[in-house]
């Protein structure tokens, strides 16, 4: 691994586990057509991985999203340049917080699955597991929303942004 900071491969990974993730995705749609129009008989069990793929998908990437500044935003109100620093904070500390409770709602849920031995109906895959990830996932974006939170109190833009 050279000499990358432990963030920078963290971001890599959680990249490329995204990028296979989207690859499953596409190949499991790509499949279910082919079956559906040629012979008639989708994947019986296509849209509950599908399901279960695209939360994994979106909760990998939601770190990488919130450490480098990634996500949508829209300026409504054009502000002086030393107010965009103050902007950038108090966006980090609402993603903080926002993904902060959606990380111990998602944890909640797993243990309150776990107790109850939920799965899915096709693939048994257990509830606990899907929501115990997406949680950690959450928690991980928390950090990521602390990273970009410091950058900005330190003024230093994210990247990709050139003021």
Do not use: K
């Not at 963030?7 to 082919?34: C, H, K, Q, T």
């Not at 926002?98 to 939920?118: D, H, N, P, T």
């Amino acid at each position: 691994m050279g000499a990358r900071p432990l963030p920078a491969r963290i971001v890599a990974w959680l990249e490329g586990s995204g990028a296979l993730l989207l690859l499953a995705l596409m190949g499991v749609v790509f499949l279910d057509v082919m079956l559906r129009n040629l012979l008639n008989r989708p994947l019986p069990w296509g849209t509950e991985l599908l399901e279960v793929l695209l939360a994994a998908m979106i909760f990998l990437l939601y770190p990488v999203l919130a450490v480098g500044g990634g996500h949508i935003t829209v300026d409504l109100i054009q502000v002086r340049p030393a107010l965009r620093r103050v902007q950038r904070v108090l966006a980090g500390l609402v993603g903080a917080s926002l993904f902060a409770l959606i990380a111990w709602c998602l944890g909640r849920q797993a243990v309150r699955a776990a107790g109850y031995g939920e799965g899915t109906p096709l693939l048994h895959i257990p509830h606990s597991l899907v929501l115990g990830g997406m949680g950690v996932l959450a928690a991980l974006a928390v950090l990521g929303f602390g990273i970009a939170t410091a950058r900005a109190l330190r003024r230093a833009a994210p990247p990709g942004e050139g003021a």
